[in-house]
């Protein structure tokens, strides 16, 4: 019904800075919130950031001032720019969409997720 496509991740050194990018296509009335979360080895799957559509956003504490979400001119589009990076926020990051879909349903839906690996 939803795809979500993330790109941006990649390998980096500590105080560098990455930007992931995530598109939503499929079946799209209206997308509620999007956001970014992430999962390290062995840790829970937690938020990183979201924004609704009117853009408003939310930020876990650990990333606050360091990273920033927006919405892209494209349409569906959300971006996470990723600056001052630390070991600790090496994870797999994936985007979220709470959609309404075309059917007006409500879908969940989560990209395959983007690898961010932060060398020390």
């Known amino acids: 019904q939803v795809q979500l496509v993330e790109s941006g991740g990649g390998l980096v050194q500590a105080g560098g800075s990455l930007r992931l990018s995530c598109a939503a296509s499929?079946?799209?009335?209206?997308?509620?919130?999007m956001g970014w979360y992430r999962q390290a080895p062995g840790k829970p799957r937690e938020l990183v950031a979201t924004i609704t559509s009117d853009g408003t956003t939310n930020y876990a504490d650990s990333v606050k001032g360091r990273f920033t979400i927006s919405r892209g001119n494209a349409k569906h589009t959300v971006y996470l720019q990723m600056n001052s990076l630390r070991p600790e926020d090496t994870a797999v990051y994936y985007c979220?969409?709470?959609?309404?879909?075309?059917?007006?349903?409500?879908?969940?839906?989560w990209g395959q997720g983007t690898q961010v690996t932060v060398s020390s």
């Open positions: 979220n969409a709470l959609v309404v879909t075309l059917t007006t349903t409500l879908f969940n839906a």
């Open positions: 499929g079946s799209i009335f209206r997308i509620n919130v």
